[in-house]
């Protein structure tokens, strides 16, 4: 599983365009802006302290980096089958074109060429629907004969009215993952996982196969694409060296085997050594037996994922995209989670709940926090926040997993909403800006922290109750009672004395950010005239509003109106406490007692209705603002040197590793297609 960004985060890093990165510290690129086209923005994240690594934790990470480089274009076939075809034409026509570059057409072929890179393929990496070029066909045809007329054609000349037809016709191919009720999956679907087969076909072969009484299941499909030739017959050709993408896997083995010298444990070693044989064997369960030594490294300061995890991108769930993302510990951002769950006894003793329903023994869970040094194929350029691995159910039961949240690249997007305009716009006044800008990284952290190391886990059932009582409502009632628990003690001063907030005042940052998000700025993702459904925004909206009501007495908050706008305004940050701590001691008391009548109550309440004309106004306000709804990174740039400081790729001469920031997003990735696609070659 992988999680992505929580909106409160989504909504503070919504906007910076490009004008903004001149602002930012060219001392500290974390996110700048590189590249802003379409519906999507490229940002930078910076590797905070790479260069206080041992030389062989660089060594180590440097392999693995050019592991996870290595399968860039696996991903990129797995999402449509012609994909590399049209990537190495329109990289060609990008390169070799002659004229003039601020021609309409060919601003017009440069978006194109952005968005496909950012893609990995014809396809949006979100709606998986394909994207529409905005330039000619006669446009398109003649830089292909230039092309063709030096002798510069990147591929096969026959294959050029399919590779036309995929870029040109929109009825052709047009999805690359459908999810439409009713329809054959398969054949709508434009991603490479089948070939010639139908939906019942793959169902009825994986039928036949799995065992259902097998309590340690094989993921089957996971490695594999299903074809059915014209004999009739159904062959699963398996990703593996010697099978298919042979050339890209191999040279993923070669790089994890000259990581494995470098590993900072046997634990870790046995970890790659199985990952190898995997590999090379295709077989699934040899997989399991990587993901249990993986799930059980839990000391190794460097780590790493390589191979085809999540299946996001198969209507039918079963074969993964090939990703990795190497990274390594924070460990200063992991030191506040092993506070938090050492001391969780003392917060669970002094929560605001009836005493009834404390837990008499609570373990909190120390969560990982990590920085990522790379990201490829399906992490890149649009990535996850946070990682929940292994998938498989049952190793999951036995061994655990691991959960972490990457640092760097919340920090990337926190960077990047710095005076971008969504503050000025929203934020009732300067001194509550300069609130948030001081303080919001810090407590939003502490918030996640909060409600997934102590929240979530804190409190029990009176016997007899059933943990479905709440039904429908239970997964709202749930988060509202985990966010509670963390904005009640956001605000203690137990997080002075732990040493994990330096000032008094510095919870007020998050409360502010969390009423305006929970009355005003979430409702911009929600459409005209629909209500709140999802858990989380239900719990947000619910908490908000029910303290407006409850503080409207003392005018601990209000809504105020300026100039035709409205504003969110706090006038006492201390009785507000008081109230999520009342809020949460019902909450606690609803869960408790599976009160469900009460809890079905406070959500239809406080948590659905939309108020249509406030809706209206945020939605036109944020519309002023020039914001991109998708945002991805690109990586930074490693070069192994050797004690002259030469680049050198030989493990026996490499001294150390240097990290630079300054490549750009298309550069970028005309160098990953120039070093490193072993399967257009
Ligand atoms: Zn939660």
Known sequence: MKFHKSLAVVLAAATATSAMANKLDPNNPSG????RFADIEVLR???????????????????????ALSGRDILWDQNGKYNLPVRQLCESIYTNYKGDRNDKDFKAFETYLKQIEFGNG???????DKFTPGFSRSWFDSQVKALEKAGSLPVDATSLPVLSKAIFDPAFMPKRVNQAAGEDLIKTSACN???????PEVEAFYAARKDTTDLTPISYGLNSRLVKRPDGTIEEEVYKVGGYYDKAIRRIVDNLEKAKPFAESPEQAAVIEEL??????????????YSILWTEDTDSPVDFINGFIESYGDPLGMTGSWESIVNYRDEKASSRTKTLAANAQWFENNSPVDPRFRKPQVKGVSAKVIDAAILAGDAYPSTPIGINLPNANWIRAAHGSKSVTIENITRAYDDASHGNGFNE?????????KLLDKYLFITDNLHTDLHECLGHGSGRLLPGVDPDALKAHGSTLEETRADLFALYYLADPK???????????AYQAEYYKYMLNGLMTQLMRIEPGKDVEEAHMRNRKLIAEWVL???????????????????????DYRKLRDLFGQLLHEIQRIKSEGDYEAGANLVETYAVKVDPKLHKEILDRYATLDIAPYKGFVNPVYTAVDAQGQPTTDPDKITDVKITYEEDFIPQMLRYSRDYSPLTK
């Open 193 to 199: 996982f089948y070939e010639n087969i139908s939906q």
């Open 276 to 289: 190898i044989k995997f590999y090379r064997t295709g077989d699934l369960k040899v997989f399991d037996e």
């Open 122 to 128: 014809l396809y949006h990496h979100y709606s998986t």
């Open 32 to 35: 700048t802006v590189v590249d």
């Open 425 to 433: 716009e929203f934020v009732i006044d300067e001194p509550t800006r």
């Open 495 to 505: 997080m002075i004395e732990l040493g994990l907030l330096d000032s008094p005042d």
């Open 45 to 67: 994240y910076v590797v905070p302290g790479f260069n206080t690594l041992s030389p062989k934790q660089k060594k180590l990470i440097y392999f693995l980096t050019e592991a």
């Open 549 to 571: 009501e409850k503080g409207r007495p003392d005018n601990v908050v209000e809504i105020v109106e300026i100039n035709g706008k409205h504003f969110v305004k706090i006038n």
